[in-house]
């Protein structure tokens, strides 16, 4: 998979800040400066929204003299821990292989440094001091209701708009002492960022023959360490003060990407597949919902503590195709994930599903085993409860313009909202994602109208 992670560490930010993009899609979150440790937003992590998400992450982490340093430069999230080189991220406990130093471990003093996977899981992270938004993906009561963000900071943040500036796409991504390359690979697929294209595959998948071309067996520790690596320092960074959700694309979204060469209004290449070739087109979605399977296990062994499928062209399938070639897979991913933390003794995170504009399935994803089922801004938060029932969580819903009002109307959208969904069984976000040139301000203005209208529905209810 082509979902690459990295951190950029910036010195004195107090504020601990998770940046991503995925070309015209983007997830994360902000906390509002000095407020952490009384909010109850997740922090979000590993980008795959339409499946090629990048990471970034501005943690609150000392640098050097020289300025911000890349994790495989010296940064010290947690000075006094040890971590052990075994197979994927690091673990501050040492497993097997000699125990080193972190800053020594990340390749402080040592180019090109890499910390790999340790199978056995992380251990040592801080006790979490804010779990209400765990407790309402899982159906428990909260006193509040929580909120966060997708698509937020790598589009609407100056400063991360000022570091993509500087620098190429997977540069940024990527820590420059690990790698230089401006490509990746994907499956054996070569994938670009095009500057105001997003990310573009120079030879797509055109015929059935071209599946022989990728690969079928997928390392995600080997190709993806350095993501796990992320989520693993951040997680400790975060020091228990909210969650960090992990991210990943669902495989039609990805299909449709590796066949149109990049992002489509109409997918009728990716489409034509499943009417002129269904049966490649399912070896190809197998292929991926077993990748994203894998690679959503590792975000969990590494440190996240709740995960996000976004199936972001749902709404380019009519019922019938997403019956066919998505349904099944977005199942088989809930079910492959969970079997599979559970044989490797790991945290059974909750899971959500996003698939933009696929009301018609809504009562379909409310079975599919996830504990809390996305939607987008345009359908009523009533339709929705009644299609889903009443033991699912929904994630949702106000259309990212309403961003662009005045505060005073933005916390009455919020009000009406919370009315439609009520506070429990509950997490609200934006429909879609935030666009670049929206305030941050107003988008406090959001977080701060959902906790202060939540507690007070709460009180009075």
């Known amino acids: 998979m082509c979902v690459h992670t990295g951190l950029q560490l910036r010195s004195g930010d107090t504020t601990g800040r998770i940046l991503g993009t995925c070309g015209d899609q983007l997830c994360g979150h902000l906390e509002p400066q000095g407020s952490l440790p009384h909010t109850s937003h997740p922090l979000c992590c590993t980008g795959a929204d339409r499946g090629w998400g990048q990471l970034m992450a501005g943690l609150p982490v000392p640098t050097g003299p020289a300025g911000p340093k890349s994790p495989q430069a010296g940064a010290t999230a947690a000075p006094d821990n040890v971590i052990s080189r075994t197979r994927g991220w690091a673990s501050p406990v040492p497993r097997e292989g000699p125990a080193v130093p972190l800053k020594e471990a990340l390749g402080g003093d040592k180019e090109g440094a890499f910390v790999t ?67 990746l690979q994907a499956l054996g697929m070569e994938v670009v960022m095009v500057p105001g294209k997003g990310p573009t595959f120079p030879e797509p998948l055109k015929e059935v023959e071209d599946l022989l071309k990728l690969r079928q067996k997928v390392d995600v520790t080997a190709e993806l360490g350095y993501v796990f690596q992320a989520i693993t320092l951040t997680r ?31 997918m009728s290449k990716a489409k034509s597949w499943l009417y002129r070739h269904p049966e490649a087109s399912h070896q190809l979605l197998r292929l991926l919902a077993d990748v994203v399977t894998d690679y959503l296990v590792g975000q969990v062994a590494a440190g996240a503590q709740a995960l996000q499928l976004f199936e972001s062209h749902a709404g380019h399938l009519g019922p019938e195709q997403f019956q066919e070639f998505a349904l099944p897979y977005i199942r088989d991913i809930a079910r492959g994930v969970k079997s599979k933390l559970k044989a490797e003794a ?116």
Not at 122 to 147: M, Q
Not at 173 to 180: D, H, V
Not at 252 to 260: D, G, H, N, P, V
Request: aromatic share 8%; charged share 20%.
């Open 236 to 266: 400790h960074s975060l020091e228990g003060k909210v969650p960090l959700i992990g991210f990943s694309g669902a495989p039609w979204t990805l299909m449709s990407y590796m066949i149109e060469g990049g992002g489509s209004t109409t």
């Open 346 to 461: 790991l945290p059974l995170v909750p899971m959500i599903v996003f698939a933009k504009d696929a009301h018609y399935a809504l009562g379909d994803l409310a079975q599919a085993g996830y504990e809390v089922v996305g939607l987008d801004w345009t359908i009523r938060p009533q339709e929705a409860r009644a299609q889903t029932g009443k033991n699912i969580t929904l994630q949702g819903n106000l259309d990212p313009c309403a961003l662009y009002a005045p505060k005073e109307k933005i916390g009455e959208l919020v009000k009406k909202m919370l009315e439609g969904f009520g506070t429990q069984r509950y997490i609200a976000n934006l429909g879609h994602g935030l666009y670049p040139d929206m305030n941050p301000e107003h988008v406090g203005a959001f977080v701060e109208a959902v906790h202060a209208h939540s507690r007070h529905i709460n009180k009075h209810s």
């Open 117 to 183: 996977m340790d199978p056995a899981g992380p251990k040592g992270f801080p006790k979490l001091k804010n779990d209400t938004f765990l407790r309402a993906a899982r159906g428990e009561e909260t006193e509040h209701t929580p909120v966060w963000c997708m698509r937020q900071a790598g589009r609407y943040l100056p400063e991360f708009r000022e570091t993509r500036a500087a620098q190429d796409f997977f540069a940024t991504c990527r820590s420059p002492k690990l790698c230089c390359e401006l490509t």
